[in-house]
């Protein structure tokens, strides 16, 4: 089997999207209309009823002025020449148009939320599950501050636009349609100076968008960064304490929120000339349709309820364009987060699940390299023509100094990564023609993070394995080591370990994601520097762990301690990316090659 060609990572969570051409523009925007479109389509039924009762209160509201222009120029007339009937049918339909607008608008409200809430919560969904399912060069290559940020203020600016914004532009939009339908119906001749008013609005409005347009992708930038920031100061603070860097980072932190606050305060500069020019436009629009109505009132051509209701809907005709101004606010911060998010959905898995794949229920653990070679992206050749084979049950150390390429061969044999040109095959079968699940039961990781999830020490012993019962949780813990350990905190197997295992020591860590990987009982076995966090004594109890669990079962070991070595059946030291010692331990301590320097000098230091 070929490999297949090996996408480079699009930069879809790149957070300088400001200065896009125009094509690529307008393929993120397609993008991410095409995202919302999807959302919205199996919602169609609950948004058509939305649409209906936006339809009905804002017929109902509409109605006002004409019932008011019929009460002052038919009702009144009527009451003073003694029949109160008309005056009480108008009053009546003047109050039933008010109730059923006001009903209908709350149930359109209730509604639109229930879509809005319901397409958030699939959006927030996909992105994790998304995130989860791509490969681990997507995760190496992009900082977690930038996955944080889609997740978190991304979504809630989405979260903004959907709870307030959707539902008032609606209303805003039918409210001006059904206005303006109404205010021709009255007088035509009205109409037309509000229609000569929409010049000057529609060109402050076009102004308007483009600016914002610009300025919320910056403020939507600017946003990212300081959260990449900060997540990437919390997670190093150890980092930033030890070498007393807490200055430096705090400047930068500044620097950063200082263009955060530039970014908003240009969009507030944009609102703060919009918004008084839509006002003063309409306040202008309302006196000349005063002026130019009340010259036809004295001249007998209009009558003076059809002012009041002309003067009426020029009035409320602009408010909308108000609440649209407001709407586009929340809408340009949202595209600008859709567009990311949509960015981040748009990545593919580089490692992806075989369209039919072979079957494997019980691995042996025979493991072969065939003529492999790897790159990480466009970058330099790491393996450059790797053969290697390793029997089943054979515990193999993969020693070498840094950048030989040993962690790259155990994520080969993991399938974290595909090899760019040759095989990896597990029993036979190349890897990548095996099903997920069954090359995660046969083939098992353990690396020097040793991460913790919050939870108990019992649920994170049975990751891998969650149906496991408590005697088989606690044969794992016996068996490298920890049972004693765990026995002793406070509520034993059901103590809380806290994010990150804050309960425990990083040796501590270690332990129990050996018991983690010991209990899932995988066919292979790759521990890329897992014992590196662990103490002297800590790492003879591990290695007497170690030789119990590994003899009936293939494993790799990668190690800079050649303590760790003392286990092992055979020694591959690598340089460069290709192996240039193979043997038993002792064969080649006893020889003249790289690792009996090093054995040597690991002897010296020990004495």
Not at 128 to 155: M, N
Not at 518 to 540: H, K, Q
């Amino acid at each position: 089997m070929s490999a297949p060609a090996r996408r480079r990572p699009t930069d879809a969570l790149s957070d300088d999207v400001t200065h896009l051409d125009a094509d690529s523009s307008r393929a993120v925007r397609r993008r991410s209309l095409s995202l919302l479109g999807g959302l919205l389509r199996p919602r169609a039924r609950m948004l058509a009823w939305a649409g209906l009762l936006v339809v009905v209160s804002t017929a109902g509201q509409v109605a006002g002025p004409l019932l008011v222009q019929a009460a002052i120029d038919t009702a009144l007339p009527a009451l003073r020449d003694g029949d109160p009937t008309r005056l009480l049918v108008v009053g009546g339909a003047y109050l039933l148009a008010a109730v059923l607008g006001g009903i209908c608008a709350g149930a359109y409200v209730r509604a639109a939320a229930r879509v809005a809430q319901s397409v958030l919560l699939e959006l927030r969904r996909r992105v994790f599950r998304h995130t989860q399912r791509l490969s681990l060069e997507f995760h190496e290559s992009y900082t977690s501050g930038r996955v944080i940020s889609r997740q978190t203020s991304d979504l809630e600016a989405l979260r903004e636009l959907f709870d307030g914004g959707l539902t008032g532009v609606v209303s805003s939009l039918m409210l001006m349609l059904f206005t303006a339908g109404a205010l021709f119906w009255v007088d035509w001749r009205s109409g037309l100076v509000l229609a000569v008013a929409l010049v000057p609005a529609w060109l402050l409005t076009r102004w308007f968008q483009r600016k914002s347009q610009e300025y919320y992708r910056e403020q939507r930038t600017a946003s990212a960064r300081l959260i990449v920031k900060f997540v990437e100061t919390m997670t190093g603070m150890r980092a930033v304490q030890a070498f007393r860097r807490e200055p430096t980072v705090e400047a930068d932190y500044d620097r950063l929120g200082e263009q955060y606050r530039d970014a908003n305060l240009r969009i507030f500069g944009v609102n703060g000339r919009y918004q008084p020019g839509l006002v003063l436009i309409g306040n202008v629009t309302v006196a000349a349709a005063l002026a130019y109505g009340g010259w036809r009132v004295i001249a007998g051509e209009l009558d003076v309820g059809a002012l009041v209701a002309v003067l009426l809907y020029v009035k409320r005709f602009f408010q909308p364009i108000q609440q649209l101004g407001m709407f586009y606010n929340a809408l340009q911060s949202a595209v600008a987060a859709l567009e990311k998010v949509s960015g981040l959905l748009a990545e593919e898995p580089t490692v992806v699940e075989p369209a039919d794949p072979t079957p494997l229920p019980r691995a042996r653990g025979e493991v072969r390299l065939d003529h492999v070679g790897f790159r990480y992206g466009e970058g330099p050749v790491v393996l450059p023509d790797l053969d290697l084979e390793i029997p089943a049950g054979q515990t193999v150390a993969l020693l070498g100094s840094t950048g030989a390429g040993k962690s790259t061969v155990a994520k080969l044999v993991t399938r974290f990564y595909d090899a760019t040109e040759g095989r990896v095959l597990l029993d036979g079968v190349d890897v990548r023609d095996l099903s997920g699940t069954d090359l995660r039961r046969a083939v098992v990781m353990v690396t020097q993070e040793a991460y913790l999830f919050s939870g108990s020490v019992r649920e994170n012993i049975a990751l891998g394995r969650p149906d496991a019962t408590d005697a088989e949780i606690e044969a794992a813990a016996r068996a490298v080591g920890v049972h004693d350990f765990v026995l002793s905190l406070p509520e034993g197997y059901d103590t809380d370990v806290n994010k990150r295992g804050g309960r425990v020591s990083a040796g501590q860590r270690q332990l129990l994601s050996f018991a983690r990987a010991f209990l899932a009982d995988p066919a292979v076995l790759v521990l890329d520097e897992a014992t590196s966090s662990l103490d002297i004594p800590g790492e003879r109890l591990v290695q007497r762990g170690l030789q119990n669990l590994l003899a009936d079962r293939t494993a790799l070991i990668i190690a800079h301690r050649l303590s760790t070595v003392e286990i092992a059946d055979r020694v591959l030291v690598m340089e460069d990316g290709r192996v240039v010692e193979d043997g038993a331990p002792a064969e080649l301590a006893a020889g003249t090659g790289r690792f009996a320097a090093l054995n040597a000098a690991w002897q010296d230091a020990l004495a």
